[in-house]
C-alpha cells in the first residue's frame, strides 16, 4: 500500500508511526493544497489548472500528487503539485478517496490507448497520450511502430516517471521509450532538459506509414517527438481532393506532398529548409513516387512571384508553422496567415481546392476563419468551404480545456 504520494508527506503523525515501526492502520494524512473560491471554481469549470495565485496553502510536501481543499476544508480530489511552476496544481482525480499510485497511472493509460484503436486500422504512428485531455495531465506519449517517445512535461508528474514507464511496457510492450524532454516549459517546472532513454532502445530513425504512404520520423531530433503526427487526417483529405498541379508550402518532411503526388499530376514541394527538403525527397523515393520537385525557397517571396508569373495550381496545401508563438506575435502572425492565403487562393486554378491549417493556439478558430474571409475578400476570387477541420482521434480537444487544441483547417474550392 504504499503510493508515491506518501513519499511527500512530511508530517509528525507519518514520522512518529514510522519511527516505532509499527504499520499504521488508516493512510498516512497525505500532503494539502487549500485553493481559493477562485481556483475552486476552474476545477468545477471543468479545467485542470490552478494557478499559484489561487494556492491559498501550500502543500508542506514536494513535487508529487496532493490532496486539494477548498477554503470550507472539502475535499475536491487529487493533483500533481509543481512547487516551482505558475500552474501549481494539475486536476489527477476528483475522488478524495483514489489512490495515485502505479494501478492509477495504469488505469488512465490503458483508457486513454484504448481510445485509438481505430487507428491501427490506418497508421503505425499516433498519439496515445494528449496530456489533460486524456486525464493524465502535462504526459505526452506518441507511438512511433514500435517504440514510444513520451514528454514529461511537470515535476509533479516526473515523480510518477517509473509507475508511467512500467504500465506503458505493460499496455503497448514497445521495443523502447524515449523522453523528448528537451522542451523549455520543463525550465519553468525546475526540471533539467534532456533527451534521454527511459527504455529498451529507440533508433535514430524509424519508418512510419500512414495511410499506405511511408516516411521517415525522426524521434530523437525531429521537430515535436519526431513527426508531425496531428494533420494525418488532414493529409489524407488533401490527397483525397488532390489533382492535376499541386503546391504544398511549408511541406517540411513532405509528408503533404506525398498524399498529394498519388494523385496529382506534379507536385512542387516548397520549404525554407534544405535539410527538411533532403528528407522528403527520400520519403518520396521510399514511395517510389517520381512527380514532386523540391523548391528551397522562402514561402512569402515564392508565393509572390509565382503571382506575378501568373501560375496556376489545381490543388494546394499551406501548413506552415506556428506563426504565432506567444499571445504578443498575434498582430503580426494574423498579417502573415492573410498574406500567404491571399497568395494562394490568387494562384488557384478555376474549381482547384486549397487545404489551409494554422497550428498557433493564439489563433482561435474565430479569429482562423476571420483570416480566410479577409484573404478571400482581398483575392478577387469566389471561395467556398467545402470542409473546416479540426483535431484528430488521437489528439482530443476538450472543449474546457483550450489548452488541448490548437489546429484549426480547412478544406476550400475556388468557385470560378
Ligand atoms: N506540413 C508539414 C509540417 C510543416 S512544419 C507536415 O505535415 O509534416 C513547418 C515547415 O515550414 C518547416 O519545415 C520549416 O522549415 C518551414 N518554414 C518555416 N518558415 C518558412 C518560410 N518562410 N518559407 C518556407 N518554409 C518555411
Not at 19 to 28: A, N
Not at 159 to 181: H, K, M, T, W, Y
Not at 324 to 344: F, H, M, V, W
Not at 352 to 363: D, I, K, P
Amino acid at each position: 500500500m504504499t503510493s508515491p504520494l506518501q513519499k511527500g508527506a512530511n508530517n509528525t503523525q507519518t514520522d512518529t508511526r514510522v519511527q516505532v515501526g509499527v504499520k499504521p492502520l488508516i493512510s498516512p494524512v497525505p500532503p494539502v493544497a487549500l485553493v481559493s473560491s477562485k481556483g475552486a471554481r476552474r476545477w468545477a469549470n471543468g479545467h485542470p489548472w490552478i494557478y499559484r495565485s489561487d494556492v491559498v496553502t501550500r502543500p508542506a510536501a514536494d513535487a508529487g500528487a496532493v490532496l486539494v481543499h477548498n477554503g470550507a476544508g472539502a475535499p475536491l480530489g487529487w493533483a500533481l503539485w509543481s512547487p516551482r511552476s505558475e500552474i501549481s496544481l494539475r486536476l489527477l482525480d476528483r475522488s478524495p478517496r483514489a489512490q495515485i499510485d502505479a494501478q492509477w497511472w495504469r488505469a488512465r493509460l490503458e483508457h486513454a490507448i484504448a481510445r485509438r484503436a481505430p487507428l491501427d486500422d490506418v497508421a503505425t504512428a499516433f498519439r496515445l497520450v494528449h496530456g489533460e485531455a486524456d486525464g493524465c495531465p502535462s504526459l505526452i506519449c506518441d507511438r512511433y511502430d514500435r517504440w514510444l517517445v513520451v514528454q514529461l512535461l511537470s515535476a509533479g508528474l516526473e515523480r510518477f516517471r517509473d509507475a508511467i514507464v512500467e504500465s506503458l511496457i505493460a499496455l503497448v510492450e514497445p521495443q523502447g521509450i524515449l523522453a523528448r524532454n528537451d522542451v523549455p516549459v520543463r525550465a519553468k517546472e525546475g526540471l533539467p532538459r534532456e533527451t534521454v532513454i527511459l527504455f529498451g532502445d529507440v533508433p535514430r530513425e524509424i519508418e512510419v506509414i500512414e495511410y499506405g504512404l511511408r516516411y521517415l520520423a525522426a524521434p530523437w531530433e525531429g521537430q515535436k517527438t519526431g513527426a508531425f503526427l496531428d494533420q494525418r487526417e488532414n493529409r489524407a483529405l488533401a490527397g483525397a481532393v488532390a489533382r492535376g498541379r499541386a503546391l504544398d508550402c511549408f511541406s517540411y518532411h513532405g509528408s503533404f506532398a506525398l498524399h498529394l503526388a498519388r494523385q496529382a499530376t506534379t507536385v512542387l514541394a516548397l520549404d525554407a529548409s534544405a535539410p527538411a527538403l533532403a528528407r522528403a525527397r527520400d520519403n518520396a523515393a521510399r514511395n517510389d513516387l517520381h512527380n514532386i520537385e523540391f523548391v528551397e525557397a522562402d514561402a512569402f517571396e515564392w508565393l509572390r512571384a509565382a503571382e506575378r508569373r501568373r501560375e496556376r495550381f489545381d490543388t494546394i496545401v499551406l501548413d506552415p508553422p506556428a506563426f504565432a508563438k506567444t499571445r504578443d506575435a498575434l498582430p503580426s502572425a494574423l498579417r502573415g496567415y492573410k498574406e500567404i492565403n491571399l497568395r494562394a487562393m490568387r494562384l488557384l486554378a478555376t474549381g482547384g481546392s486549397l487545404f489551409t491549417a494554422s497550428c498557433s493556439y493564439h489563433l482561435t478558430k474565430a479569429l482562423f476563419l476571420e483570416v480566410l474571409e479577409a484573404a478571400a475578400a482581398d483575392s478577387g476570387r469566389r471561395i467556398a468551404i467545402r470542409e473546416l477541420r479540426g483535431q484528430p482521434l488521437d489528439h482530443p480537444e476538450v472543449l474546457t480545456i483550450p489548452e488541448s487544441g490548437y489546429i484549426k483547417g480547412a478544406l476550400l474550392e475556388a468557385l470560378d
